[in-house]
């Protein structure tokens, strides 16, 4: 397989429907993240081998950047026709994607950081495989009322539960 190269991300629209993040692409294709994300306070780090996908929204969420991290199967021409960046990340190595949001590799594993005073909008993570899909939003604080523990930046469990998560 040929080698890949970083690609910069275009700002392509963003929607945020039940069940999920549409994904408008440049070239007129909209791509479907099921969710709604889970809460996690600030960073997390992907379960191993995931596809990992970073969107970054403006703070109406309607528009925003999306950045593939060390995707090796995409090539460049379709990441610039489609408005979608891709970082590719050495071992130990970390990028800045967006001021605020950072990206670096820990094993097999992805970990994604934002600094939320310095991002003026949303933080999503999507990881993916064949078997399974994880949806993350980055927030401040997780609102953990309902008496369960908050996540952890080491926690990789999908969930179900959108509590926290405010999609207007």
Do not use: C, Q
Not at 99 to 115: F, H, N
Not at 133 to 146: G, I, K, Q, W
Not at 149 to 167: F, L, Q, R, V
């Amino acid at each position: 397989m040929s080698a890949r190269n970083n690609v910069a991300p275009s700002t392509i629209g963003v929607d945020f429907v039940e069940g999920g993040v549409v994904v408008e692409y440049l070239d007129g294709r909209d791509v479907f993240y099921h969710g709604p994300p889970k809460p996690v306070e600030g960073r997390i780090t992907t379960p191993p081998g995931k596809e990992v996908h970073v969107l970054v929204t403006d703070p109406d969420g309607v528009e925003g950047v999306m950045t593939y991290v060390n995707d090796r199967n995409t090539h460049d021409d379709i990441l610039e026709s489609t408005g979608v960046g891709r970082v590719m990340l050495e071992r130990d190595d970390e990028e800045e994607l967006f001021p605020g949001v950072t990206v670096s590799t820990e094993a097999y594993s992805i970990r994604v950081e934002a600094d939320l005073a310095l991002v003026d909008g949303r933080v999503f993570v999507f990881a993916e495989d064949e078997m399974s899909e994880h949806a993350y939003e980055l927030v401040e604080r997780v609102d953990s009322s309902d008496g369960s523990d908050p996540a952890t930046d080491d926690e990789t469990a999908d969930t179900d539960d959108d509590s926290g998560t405010d999609w207007g």
